[in-house]
């Protein structure tokens, strides 16, 4: 009898002990929701997500407000994507949390330069002199880069609740294989176009790195995040026509205003692109096929 009740507590801590873990959720702030839908899916349950910029809000020009930087006193671990607002707050954010785990998800990352200092490359040197190019931050639009920031999610969940490690290890391989589908279908997509018909052009220059991983050439509206020059606007105009392009692509939190110029002046139409969306997977398919679409 004592045997078996000897038992019974064992029965009961083992069915109790993982239902404590699960009460409390690991905390986890991030910039933007792509970033936060990566931590869910890598970390499920066990984590309870913060983000940061809102949907609807410019994620160039935020600042956080002070209860986000309460939220982020309670967490265990920040996912850093690089962005402008996440670099210039850097210093307040670790401020605010000492304890936190900063996890830089662009680590080792060989990030493009942000396309109007190709283009406007003497102007620039004229001037302002030797300032260091911007780079592109919006690393979460190409699978390429995805699959290296999952990975970083998953190594740092396992360090910072090393108990269930082995479920942040299987939710990544799980994970990893739906990038990898939306990779190949949006891969199939692109595969005939032929090269004179691969430019597309955008009002915000998001699209860098899907446009790299695909093969495209994205063509920017903005320069230097503000709306283009009579000048410019104008030579775009001119290049676009030459190229053949009939779609303007937009993003919902952005000003319209030069873009719908640009769309009405070449005949075509606005699109919208949304680098920001939640359900990364099914917005870069869609954004893919309006792409593809345009590429007609
Ligand atoms: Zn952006």
């Not at 283009?119 to 620039?124: A, N």
Request: contains cysteine; glycine residues 6%; aromatic residues 8%.
């Amino acid at each position: 009898m004592r045997k078996f009740i000897g038992f019974l507590c064992v029965m009961l801590m083992t069915c109790l002990l993982p239902g404590l873990a699960l009460a409390k959720p690991m905390q986890v702030a991030v910039g933007v929701a792509p970033v936060e839908h990566f931590a869910r899916m890598i970390g499920g349950d066990l984590v309870r997500t913060t983000v940061l910029v809102p949907a609807g809000s410019d994620a160039h020009s935020y600042e956080p407000k002070p209860s986000q930087m309460r939220a982020i006193a309670a967490a265990s671990v920040y996912l850093f994507t690089g962005l402008e607002f996440e670099q210039a707050w850097q210093a307040r954010l670790r401020g605010a949390n000492p304890r936190m785990t900063f996890v830089a998800l662009d680590a080792g990352m060989k990030k493009m330069v942000m396309p109007e200092h190709h283009e406007e490359h003497e102007e620039h040197h004229v001037a302002g002199g030797h300032e260091a190019p911007e780079l592109d931050p919006h690393i979460w639009v190409a699978p390429s880069q995805v699959r290296r920031m999952c990975a970083g999610i998953a190594d740092a969940f396992s360090k910072a609740d090393p108990a269930h490690a082995k479920t942040y290890a299987a939710n990544l391989r799980a994970y990893l294989k739906r990038v990898d589908a939306v990779d190949a279908q949006i891969r199939m997509l692109f595969a005939n176009v032929p090269a004179n018909r691969r430019n597309f052009l955008v009002f915000h220059p998001a699209w860098g790195y899907f446009a790299r991983d695909y093969g495209l050439t994205q063509i920017a509206i903005q320069y230097e995040g503000k709306e283009p020059s009579p000048k410019r606007l104008a030579a775009i105009i001119g290049d676009a026509k030459t190229k053949g392009i009939k779609v303007v692509f937009a993003q919902p939190e952005m000003s319209q205003r030069s873009a719908a110029t640009i769309a009405k002046s070449i005949g075509g139409r606005l699109v919208m692109a949304d680098p920001l969306a939640s359900d990364w997977e099914t917005n870069l398919l869609n954004v893919a096929k309006s792409f593809r679409q345009a590429l007609q």
